[in-house]
């Protein structure tokens, strides 16, 4: 595979411009941000991204109550026609400590629309408020209620998939995790973009230390709010690259950037998976960056990005 170090120009300059508004709102450093200001000043960078219009779809706010009392939004992203659709249980990324569904809603529109499929789309409980298995569960009770509700949304529940961006993607490979031996939960495709799979600072990718958006200090900032205690970093469901076995998950699309310090987990996450003959469709992308998937209105190479992911999702969802 051959390497593409430079990053891409449209990238760089937006992330530029974020740069110099951050500087401007006086941004502190990592050490003394809190999670709420996190929250801020993620949705005053948010301003800069350029979204695809998309409102030829049946879009519902509801909540799915949980074993432990509170109750979990979701948003139903539904295609025009008949149906019965499949369906892409989906988590927004945001370090586990911020996003919802806002964050996610053009992403999840794109795949409604786009993969002819229904979106449920997850916003889960938030760290450090809510640390280390909530979002987790969060999730679980998701694709629990997708499941008993699928045919009243016109789903087709042996076509169900789930999937999520960074920490969502980490969400999602442990909730396959978790269903795999199951019957009455059984998921068709795990669609893993950039995802968050190993407590482990000492990747390949992570002694690059690139500086493109998601940082190496980011991401201990970001664990170090999830996480109870950082033993827990060992645990499956924290961390589905240290599952002992593969066998049994399903069909994988995983999406990695050549300039993100998660690169190596995704491919070492990828490898395993094809070692145990899952059947894994991987799409690499050499000159962006950790969440581009966010930057597919300003971004051309991050636009054509979403398209393979789309095409590849609709093809294999349609086909397991």
């Not at 629309?113 to 889960?124: E, L, R």
């Not at 999730?139 to 998939?161: C, H, Q, S």
Request: net charge negative; with cysteine.
């Amino acid at each position: 595979m051959k390497v593409k170090k430079a990053v891409n120009p449209q990238v760089s300059d937006l992330l530029q411009k974020i740069s110099e508004k951050m500087i401007e709102l006086k941004h502190p450093p990592l050490s003394i941000l809190t999670p709420k200001q996190s929250r801020e000043y993620y949705k005053k960078a948010r301003e800069f991204f350029t979204f695809i219009s998309i409102d030829d779809i049946m879009v519902e706010d509801t909540f799915v109550p949980s074993e432990e009392g509170h109750t979990i939004p979701v948003r139903i992203y539904t295609p025009n026609g008949k149906g019965p659709y499949p369906v892409l249980i989906y988590s927004h990324g945001g370090g586990w400590v911020f996003g919802d569904l806002d964050s996610a809603d053009n992403l999840c529109r794109y795949f409604s629309k786009h993969a002819n499929m229904i979106v449920v789309s997850v916003g889960y409980r938030l760290a450090p408020e809510h640390k280390y298995p909530s979002a987790f569960k969060d999730v679980i009770e998701a694709i629990k209620w997708t499941f008993a509700n699928g045919e009243r949304l016109n789903g087709d529940i042996k076509r169900i998939a789930v999937g999520g961006e960074s920490s969502g993607g980490n969400l999602a490979a442990a909730a396959s995790i978790y269903f795999r031996d199951s019957d009455e939960y059984k998921l068709s495709l795990q669609v893993l973009i950039t995802p968050v799979m190993d407590y482990n600072f000492d990747t390949l990718s992570y002694r690059e230390n690139f500086t493109y958006n998601l940082t190496n200090e980011k991401m201990k900032w970001f664990w170090g709010h999830y996480l109870n205690d950082p033993s827990e970093g060992s645990e499956v469901y924290a961390s589905p690259l240290k599952v002992d076995s593969m066998a049994g998950l399903p069909d994988t699309l995983l999406v990695t950037a050549e300039l993100d310090p998660l690169r190596e987990e995704g491919f070492t996450f990828g490898k395993r998976l094809e070692e145990s003959s899952i059947h894994v469709e991987m799409l690499h992308y050499e000159d962006l960056v950790h969440s581009f998937i966010n930057m597919t209105g300003t971004v051309d190479e991050a636009k054509h990005a979403l398209d393979d992911i789309t095409q590849k999702l609709k093809a294999m969802i349609t086909t397991v």
